[in-house]
T-cell receptor
Framework: KNQVEQSPQSLIILEGKNCTLQ??????????LRWYKQDTGRGPVSLTI?????NTKSNGRYTATLDADTKQSSLHITASQLSDSASYIC???????????????FGAGTRLAVHP | ETGVTQTPRHLVMGMTNKKSLKCEQH?????MYWYKQSAKKPLELMFV???????ENNSVPSRFSPECPNSSHLFLHLHTLQPEDSALYLC???????????????FGPGTRLLVL
């Protein structure tokens, strides 16, 4: 079964500290993996996208890694800021959908709280 | 802003009411989506429209009725809802629903629905 599991479910860190969020998936065949950030009261916004051949992608203080062999991805946040408080959602694109297009499989998200 | 707007942002309705959610995208996209987001659960895809045609209905109860009059507008008509339908309803759009690895969905801010 195609699944995306994220850990931890929630995380509290102090401002200025680093943190790493995990995403494990069983989706196959796999097209790409995205990390989305969802602020409270807003819709998700794409942070990074990685294809099968990419193993790292950065967007400012956000760095995503991908190990397609072990089917694991991580999102590392450096020097956290209060504005990083949000839910982070891992989304894997599944190529095997019979509808003729890729189907997105969503994780449940990690809720990050950055405290001063 | 992502270029996708949703109204209303908040809605409280009784189980016998009829209401509609509206989504509008200003990105020139051809595919639009309705998602349901419940606490601590992955986003659930409800409906997909591509070039105004419904291409996916993920076993959504008939008390939810979508309408897509053109590529820029999407509605979700609600009637005789249940309390368990209370959730955040997100609209998204993308260039189109074709296969490929580059498809990024742009989300609206959502409508927070409470069914009493």
């Amino acid at each position: 079964k195609n699944q995306v599991e994220q850990s931890p479910q929630s995380l509290i860190i102090l401002e200025g500290k680093n943190c790493t969020l995990q995403c494990n998936y069983t989706v196959s065949p796999f097209s790409n993996l995205r990390w989305y950030k969802q602020d409270t009261g807003r819709g998700p916004v794409s942070l990074t996208i990685m294809t099968f051949s990419e193993n790292t992608k950065s967007n400012g203080r956000y760095t995503a890694t991908l190990d397609a062999d072990t089917k694991q991805s991580s999102l590392h946040i450096t020097a956290s800021q209060l504005s990083d408080s949000a839910s982070y959602i891992c989304v894997v694109s599944w190529k095997g959908f019979s509808g003729g297009y890729n189907k997105l499989i969503f994780g449940a998200g990690t809720r990050l709280a950055v405290h001063p | 802003e992502t270029g996708v707007t949703q109204t209303p942002r908040h809605l409280v309705m009784g189980m016998t009411n009829k209401k509609s959610l509206k989504c509008e995208q200003h990105l020139g996209h051809n595919a639009m989506y309705w998602y349901k987001q419940s606490a601590k659960k992955p986003l659930e895809l409800m409906f997909v429209y591509n070039f105004k045609e419904q291409t996916e209905n993920n076993s959504v109860p008939s008390r939810f009725s979508p309408e897509c009059p053109n590529s820029s507008h999407l509605f979700l008509h609600l009637h005789t809802l249940q309390p368990e339908d209370s959730a955040l309803y997100l609209c998204a759009s993308s260039q189109d629903r074709a296969s490929g690895s580059g498809e990024t969905q742009y989300f609206g801010p959502g409508t927070r629905l409470l069914v009493l």
